[in-house]
């Protein structure tokens, strides 16, 4: 399991990671997925990897949905 950084959770509404809201943005799989642990019961999850490719920059994150249907949305190690 690779060390990511808990990012944050939404209810699908908004979500920013730098500067960019990733639910008005087409994400592209990146064919992989990746073990996360939820931080606050430390539950493993198994989310995909994406990426958002916009004029000004592009991010790579892994995001997926909690048991309680919330999205969480982590940093990929040395991005």
């Known amino acids: 399991m690779k060390n ?6 939404s209810d699908g509404r908004r979500f920013c990671i730098e500067g960019i ?10 064919g ?8 606050e ?7 995909s990897v ?3 490719v916009t004029n000004a920059k592009t991010i790579t994150f892994a995001a997926g949905k ?6 969480g949305f982590y940093q990929l190690p040395n991005e």
């Open 50 to 52: 994406y990426q958002i």
């Open 66 to 71: 909690f048991q309680d249907e919330m999205w």
């Open 21 to 30: 809201d990733v639910f008005t943005n087409k994400w592209q799989s990146q």
């Open 32 to 39: 992989v997925c990746d073990i996360v642990l939820d931080p």
């Open 4 to 9: 990511y950084t808990f990012l944050g959770r």
């Open 41 to 47: 019961d430390k539950k493993p999850y198994s989310f």
